[in-house]
C-alpha cells in the first residue's frame, strides 16, 4: 500500500509539473505554485498562483466529455458575466480560447478565484444567500441564450436511484426487505417539479458552497451542473441544509431565524408561486431520499448490510415540516 501511495503521488507530482508548463504556453503567465484542491467526486481541479501573486483556479477535463460538463459550464459562466451576477469568471487562454484542447487529450478551463472565508450559518449570513438565489432565480435568459438543463434534477436522479436500488433486490437479506420497499415507495412517490417554469438554477446551493467575500458579499462558488430547472430545487436544498445536519454540515442546533432569514433575503428579488410551493415538500426531501436509496444500495451490494448512517432518513422524514414553515413566510410576501 505504501509503494501504491507514492506512485500516486509521483503521478501526481509529474501532473502538476506538465499542468504548469501548458499554463505558461497557453496563457502566457509564469506559475508560482499550484495545488491541488479537495474534489469528493475525484475531479482535476487546482488552485493557481501566479507569479505576481494572484490567483485562479485551473480545472481539467478529459477531451471526450461525453456529459459535456465543461462545455456547459462555461455557457452558465460567460451567461452569468453577462448578466453582472457575481461568480468566478472564466478566463480565455492566449488565442482567445475558453476551453484549450492540449495535445495529450485534456480540455483545460482556468476561471477566477473568489477570495474570501466559508460562509457561516448565522441570519445576517443566511439572509444574502437567500438574496443572492433570488437575484439569480430572477435573471432572464434571452430567447437566444442556450442555456443547458441543470443536471441534479428529480427527473434524473429519480430514475437513477430507482436503477441502483433494483440492481441489488436479490441481495437485499430479510430483515431489510421492509426498508428496502419502503425506499422504492419513496422515490416512486416523488414528483419531478417539471411542470412549473424553469429558471436558471445553481443545483447545489448550501452554505458550504459560497464564500464570503472581504466586502461582506455571499459569493455562489461550484457552478457544474448548473442550468436551467425549478427554483424550488435550489430553495429546498438551501432550507434543508440550513436547518437539518448532514455528513458535510456542522451539527447545527434548531433556530427557526435561519429559514426565516434566508426567505426574507429570496423575496427581495424573486417570488415563488402558489403552484411551486406545493411541491416544496418534494423539492426538500428529493436529494435526501436519493442518497439514502444509493447509499443503501452500494451497502447491500459490498457488505449485505445496510448503512447504518441515517441523517438523510432524518432529513427526508423533516421535509413536510421545513416546508410547511417555510410556505407561511413565501406566503406572506404573496
Not at 482556468?110 to 450559518?121: A, N, R
Not at 436511484?161 to 421492509?178: D, E, I, M
Not at 437539518?244 to 442546533?253: A, G, I, N, R, V
Request: one cysteine or more; glycine letters at 6%.
Amino acid at each position: 500500500m505504501e509503494n501504491v501511495a507514492l506512485l500516486d503521488r509521483h503521478e501526481e507530482a509529474i501532473t502538476i509539473a506538465r499542468l504548469i508548463d501548458l499554463v505558461h504556453k497557453l496563457y502566457g503567465f509564469e506559475v508560482a505554485a499550484l495545488q491541488a484542491l479537495d474534489s469528493e467526486s475525484g475531479k482535476h481541479i487546482y488552485q493557481v498562483e501566479q507569479a505576481n501573486g494572484r490567483q485562479w483556479v485551473l480545472r481539467a477535463y478529459p477531451a471526450m466529455d461525453d456529459g459535456n460538463t465543461v462545455q456547459n459550464l462555461v455557457a452558465m459562466l460567460l451567461f452569468l458575466e453577462e448578466q453582472g451576477y457575481p461568480a468566478e469568471r472564466v478566463v480565455r487562454s492566449l488565442e482567445g480560447d475558453a476551453i484549450p484542447i492540449v495535445p495529450d487529450g485534456w480540455q483545460l478551463l482556468i476561471t477566477s478565484f473568489i477570495e474570501g472565508t466559508p460562509t457561516d450559518y448565522s441570519p445576517a449570513s443566511l439572509r444574502l444567500l437567500g438574496a443572492m438565489l433570488g437575484r439569480l432565480h430572477a435573471l432572464q435568459p434571452s430567447s437566444t441564450t442556450l442555456l443547458p438543463l441543470a443536471e441534479n434534477r428529480p427527473a434524473t436522479e429519480i430514475p437513477w436511484a430507482l436503477g441502483q436500488l433494483t440492481s441489488v433486490a436479490a441481495q437485499v437479506p430479510g430483515h431489510l426487505q421492509a426498508r428496502y420497499e419502503t425506499l422504492l415507495a419513496a422515490l416512486h412517490a416523488i414528483d419531478f417539479c417539471e411542470d412549473v417554469p424553469r429558471v436558471v438554477i445553481h443545483n447545489d446551493c448550501h452554505p458550504a458552497n459560497t464564500v464570503c467575500t472581504p466586502t461582506g458579499e455571499i459569493v455562489l462558488i461550484d457552478w457544474e451542473g448548473a442550468g436551467m430547472g425549478s427554483a424550488i430545487l435550489d430553495v429546498g436544498f438551501l432550507l434543508i441544509s440550513c436547518d437539518k445536519p448532514s455528513l458535510w454540515t456542522p451539527k447545527l442546533e434548531p433556530d427557526p431565524r435561519r429559514i426565516a432569514a434566508i426567505i426574507d433575503g429570496y423575496c427581495q428579488h424573486h417570488l415563488l408561486t402558489l403552484p411551486e410551493l406545493n411541491k416544496l415538500p418534494d423539492a426538500i426531501r428529493f436529494r435526501s431520499i436519493v442518497y439514502g436509496a444509493c447509499s443503501f444500495a452500494e451497502s447491500i451490494s459490498r457488505y449485505g448490510e445496510e448503512d447504518e448512517s441515517d441523517w438523510w432518513w432524518k432529513r427526508y422524514i423533516a421535509a413536510e415540516e421545513v416546508a410547511e414553515r417555510a410556505r407561511r413566510q413565501f406566503e406572506a410576501y404573496l
